[in-house]
């Protein structure tokens, strides 16, 4: 890989961010985090990342929230987000589905638990590496 690729991951729970932060790491990038959309926005415009690991369901501004936000801006549309969600793909009655999910405009999307090993080889693939 050359230079380090900055991965900003936004999710409201601690315990979660620190596995994917480490294990991202381990791999060879820079990691930033967020825990929560407002949050994740605001270090976007700071230091865009190279990608965005992205929650669905969090505090303040949720991730389709964000998700939209970012795409619909053309200074961070190209940004590849992966979204990740603890929603069951089969509960159709709420927003935050799988369909949904894949309906945004982020350009991958992982159920929880996913593992790190799934969220790492989605990151490369987005990044082509």
Same mark, same amino acid.
């Given at each position: =890989?050359? /230079?380090?690729?900055?991965?900003? !991951?936004? #999710? #409201?729970?601690?315990?979660?961010?620190?596995?994917?932060?480490?294990?991202?790491?381990?791999?060879?990038?820079?990691? @930033? !985090?967020?825990?929560? /959309?407002?949050?994740?926005?605001?270090?976007?415009? @700071?230091?865009?990342?190279?990608?965005?690991?992205?929650? !669905? =369901?969090?505090?303040?501004?949720? /991730?389709? &929230?964000?998700?939209?936000?970012?795409?619909? #801006? &053309?200074?961070?549309?190209?940004?590849?987000?992966? *979204?990740?969600?603890?929603?069951?793909?089969?509960?159709?009655?709420?927003?935050?589905?799988?369909?949904?999910? =894949?309906? *945004?405009?982020?350009?991958?999307?992982?159920?929880?638990?996913?593992?790190?090993? &799934?969220?790492?080889?989605? !990151?490369?693939?987005?990044?082509?590496?």
């Amino acid at each position: =890989m050359t /230079g380090k690729k900055l991965i900003l !991951v936004v #999710d #409201d729970e601690p315990d979660f961010v620190s596995i994917v932060r480490k294990n991202l790491e381990k791999e060879g990038f820079d990691v @930033q !985090v967020a825990y929560d /959309g407002v949050e994740g926005l605001e270090k976007v415009r @700071q230091t865009p990342p190279d990608l965005i690991v992205l929650d !669905v =369901m969090m505090p303040e501004k949720d /991730g389709y &929230e964000m998700c939209s936000e970012l795409k619909s #801006d &053309e200074k961070y549309a190209d940004i590849p987000v992966l *979204m990740l969600t603890a929603v069951a793909d089969h509960v159709s009655s709420t927003r935050y589905s799988h369909y949904d999910g =894949m309906s *945004m405009e982020a350009d991958d999307y992982l159920p929880k638990p996913a593992t790190a090993e &799934e969220i790492t080889d989605s !990151v490369k693939s987005l990044l082509n590496l």
